[in-house]
């Protein structure tokens, strides 16, 4: 199972997650009315998850923390939780395209950063006149999705 395509495949199926998963936190956070409340259930849910998924595939672990990482590779939970946090909140409120809109954009703007300077460990691909303009198009492409003046709905 080591193909780009697998590899592709999963991505995908995880993009479409992600608007999947803001709406329906969005709605347990209104239904809630608390957004941290939702927030709190959905990664119960997911440490739940995660941790079977652990124990089926690998057994228990060995050791918790790894004596040679820096701390900062411990901190990517920080991330998911403001992520999920943000995203229940704010979709109720801006709606499902501007937020996961908006935050595609953040995932641009990142991932560039840390692939042209090689950050956090990640292996270093400068930023080209090429992706440059890719990326400038994406950053159109989101403004366009977002543009609801064609349909007279804004």
Known sequence: MNSPYIYAAVMLLAGIGI??????????????????LATAMA???????VSIYMLVTEGLPSKLIANDLP?????????????VISVTWIVPR????NAIAFALL????AMSVID???LLGAQQYTITTKRFLGLFIMAVGIYLVLDKTATGSR
Request: glycine share 16%.
């Open 116 to 118: 042209h300077f090689g």
């Open 106 to 109: 953040g995932q641009l703007v």
């Open 43 to 49: 990664l119960a849910l997911a440490f739940t998850s």
């Open 19 to 36: 608007p999947t998963m803001a709406t329906l936190n969005g709605g347990l956070g209104a239904k809630l009315m608390s957004s941290s």
């Open 71 to 83: 701390f900062y590779f411990y901190l990517g939970g920080l991330c998911v939780a403001f992520y």
């Open 94 to 97: 801006f709606g499902v395209s």
